[in-house]
Structure formats: structure tokens, C-alpha cells
């Protein structure tokens, strides 16, 4: 009987260790468990502040793409000729309208 209540004891002893150790760990999965929930909140805010930085650089990019085709448009319309040019001014022919030159010189010829 004394053999047995000495065996009782030191598995007693035995479990209330593996008790302790278990405490311990749990203790130590708790912390971990805090500190990476910690971790997971600041990527996930960093990920938004990203996210946030990305959308902004978008819409400057997609400001200076419209900015450029529009500019690139005004240029193309700025460039262009406004008055349709004529292939006959260089060689007038008999259908081109007669220079200023001329006109103002039949004006000298009513004044005479």
C-alpha cells in the first residue's frame, strides 16, 4: 500500500509538470497568437494605404494620358491647315482667282 500511495505520488508530480509545461505553452501559443494577429492588422493596414497609393497613381497616369491625347490632339488640330490649300497656287491656271496684285492694279486702271 505504501508502494502504491509512493507510485500515485510521483505520477502526480509527474502530471502536475506536464500541467505546468502545458500552461506554459498554451501561455507562449497565446502571445504568438497575439503578436501575429498584431502583424496581420498592420499588413493589412499597410496593404490599404497600397492599395490607396496604387488607385492614386492610377488616376495621376490616367490624368496625364487624357492630358497628353488632349494635347496631343490640340497640336494635331493646331497644325493643320485651316484654309484648304490649293494645288493651282503655285502654276495659277485659267479657273484660279487673279492676286490682289491685280486686283488693286485694275482699281489703278478704273482710276485713270
Do not use: F, Y
Not at 482667282?97 to 485713270?112: E, F, G, L, M, V
Amino acid at each position: 500500500m505504501l508502494r502504491r500511495s509512493s507510485e500515485l505520488k510521483n505520477e502526480c508530480a509527474h502530471l502536475e509538470e506536464q500541467d505546468e509545461k502545458l500552461n506554459d505553452t498554451l501561455k507562449q501559443c497565446m502571445d504568438l497568437r497575439e503578436r501575429l494577429l498584431g502583424q496581420q492588422r498592420d499588413t493589412q493596414a499597410s496593404l490599404e494605404r497600397l492599395k490607396a497609393l496604387i488607385r492614386l497613381i492610377q488616376r495621376d497616369q490616367l490624368i496625364q494620358v487624357t492630358m497628353t491625347t488632349t494635347a496631343t490632339i490640340a497640336a494635331s488640330l493646331l497644325s493643320q491647315s485651316w484654309i484648304k490649300p490649293t494645288s493651282t497656287a503655285a502654276a495659277p491656271g485659267p479657273s484660279a482667282t487673279p492676286p490682289q496684285k491685280s486686283h488693286a492694279h485694275s482699281q489703278d486702271d478704273a482710276n485713270i
